[in-house]
T-cell receptor, first 114, second 113 residues
Framework: GDSVTQMEGPVTLSEEAFLTINCTYT??????LFWYVQYPGEGLQLLLK?????DKGSNKGFEATYRKETTSFHLEKGSVQVSDSAVYFC?????????????FGTGTLLAVQP | EAGVAQSPRYKIIEKRQSVAFWCNPI?????LYWYQQILGQGPKLLIQ????????DSQLPKDRFSAERLKGVDSTLKIQPAKLEDSAVYLC???????????FGPGTRLTVL
């Protein structure tokens, strides 16, 4: 079945460092891809999404490009801030079936130090 | 626009007891989901409703879990009897249309002792 694999954490960076969190997927159809973020004590929030190959999703300085040839959707940010400390989840949604469920990776904890 | 509401936020029970969680989706959202998030894992779908009908409950342990969505709005998820492995965060999400964004509530953290 469909699945998502993302790099394990925790990822610890200093403020203003460059961030990459790797995500690869396996899917039989043509999924949409998502990054969700979970700040401490809060629910999941959509960070960005891409719905087809070569699309780039972006939000709050974060970017991810849908790469069909490498089945990847890596999350990047040029300069992280302490406020970016959170758990980041990569997910896919294959709209081909009756269900619209999101399939999540295991999450990557990002800790940004001042 | 108000977000997805869930209650309670935290619950601690003994094994073999029963527990219920409540979710109020965003107004006008036809689709409602319950996900289970075990510590260190990503959320996994338990059940999906479209209005008040069940679309997918293939991952719901039906011997102990039940869920309903009366009148196509609020939903409750019940566990009876609870097991230690049910300790998790239970997330409710809602969605307006089939390809729209899923919005998540803050979750209910369940601890089974």
């Amino acid at each position: 079945g469909d699945s998502v694999t993302q790099m394990e954490g925790p990822v610890t960076l200093s403020e203003e460092a460059f961030l990459t969190i790797n995500c690869t997927y396996t899917a039989t159809g043509y999924p949409s891809l998502f990054w969700y973020v979970q700040y401490p004590g809060e629910g999941l929030q959509l960070l960005l999404k891409a719905t087809k190959a070569d699309d780039k999703g972006s939000n709050k300085g974060f970017e991810a490009t849908y790469r069909k040839e490498t089945t990847s959707f890596h999350l990047e940010k040029g300069s992280v801030q302490v406020s970016d400390s959170a758990v980041y989840f990569c997910a896919l949604n294959d709209y081909g079936g009756a269900t619209n469920k999101l399939i999540f990776g295991t999450g990557t904890l990002l800790a940004v130090q001042p | 626009e108000a977000g997805v509401a869930q209650s309670p936020r935290y619950k601690i029970i003994e094994k073999r007891q029963s527990v219920a969680f409540w979710c109020n989706p965003i107004s006008g959202h036809a689709t409602l989901y319950w996900y289970q998030q075990i510590l260190g894992q990503g959320p996994k779908l338990l059940i999906q409703f479209q209005n008040n009908g069940v679309v997918d409950d293939s991952q719901l342990p039906k011997d102990r879990f039940s869920a309903e969505r009366l009148k196509g709005v609020d939903s409750t998820l019940k566990i009876q009897p609870a097991k230690l492995e049910d300790s998790a965060v239970y997330l409710c999400a809602s969605q307006r249309g089939r390809t729209d964004t899923q919005y998540f509530g803050p979750g209910t953290r369940l601890t089974v002792l």
